[in-house]
């Protein structure tokens, strides 16, 4: 297995003692038995389906789904892949919030394997150091690439960041379309769901909250 990162370690031991970590169960296998695995037991389901697997367009849907799933919308249950995070040393002293707005944010809806489409944005005030902006998009990225539920996606990506920057003033909104709503079920083609992850400042202090409330309405 490869070597976790420090920050990968960091984060995951930190969503395990707050009891956020997506329910999961380690298994001793490599991505390639895993694929496998996958690919066979999905060439069933489609089976059952009564779908025609010697049909040219159909024949390699199984491999393609096994492989999209490790590798693409569920890489984010391994934290191998837990993005390379750079800090840097907050030698400006920047003791503002900094926002990143509109961070496009695709899912799964665990209850239902169907899609999450949202955005997310995340506001933090530096303590000692500051994070490459590209690294908060990446981190909401790892986490979208699970099952999830709205409401722990969101969780996650705080405590996430709370870690890495050593400071518990971060802040974390996500407004998203879930599919399982909008396309079977209730049919709900316009309703839309808000999370908000408050830390530090941003839940005790009113005019931080309000600051971050602000720069989510775009004023
Ligand atoms: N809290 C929360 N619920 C979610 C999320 N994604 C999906 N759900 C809900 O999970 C629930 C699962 O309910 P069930 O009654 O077991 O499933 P269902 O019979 O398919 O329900 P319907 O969607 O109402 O047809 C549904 O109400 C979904 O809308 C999420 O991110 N957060
Ligand atoms: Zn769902």
């Given at each position: 297995m490869t070597e976790l990162s420090l920050a990968a370690q960091k984060v995951k031991e930190a969503l395990a003692a707050k009891n956020l970590e997506t329910p999961s169960c380690r298994l001793t296998m490599d991505n390639c038995e895993r694929k496998n695995k996958i690919e066979a037991h999905f060439r069933e389901i489609m089976k059952l389906m009564e779908l025609d697997l010697t049909d040219d367009s159909l024949a390699?849907?199984?491999h393609r789904v096994s492989k999209m799933y490790v590798d693409e919308i569920f890489s984010g249950l391994y934290y191998e892949n837990f993005?390379?995070?750079?800090?840097?040393?907050?030698?400006?002293?920047?003791?503002e919030m900094i926002t990143?707005?509109?961070i496009t944010l695709t899912s799964v809806c665990e209850h239902h394997f169907?899609?999450?489409?949202?955005?997310?944005?995340v506001s933090y005030?530096?303590?000692?150091?500051?994070?490459?902006?590209?690294k908060i998009n990446r981190i909401v990225e790892f986490f979208s690439q699970r099952p999830q539920v709205q409401e722990r996606?969101?969780?996650?990506?705080l405590v996430a960041l709370q870690t890495l920057?050593?400071?518990?003033n971060v802040a974390v909104s996500i407004?998203?379309?879930?599919?399982c709503v909008k396309a079977r079920g209730i049919k709900d083609s316009s309703s839309m769901t808000t999370t908000t992850a408050l830390g530090g400042g941003f839940k005790t202090n009113p005019s931080t909250r309000q600051e971050f409330l602000r720069a989510l309405n775009h004023y």
């Open positions: 390699e849907t199984p993005p390379k995070i750079t800090l840097i040393e907050n030698k400006m002293q920047v003791d990143v707005r509109d169907v899609t999450i489409d949202g955005k997310a944005t005030i530096p303590k000692d150091k500051v994070i490459g902006l590209s996606l969101t969780q996650q990506i920057l050593g400071t518990v407004d998203a379309t879930h599919y």
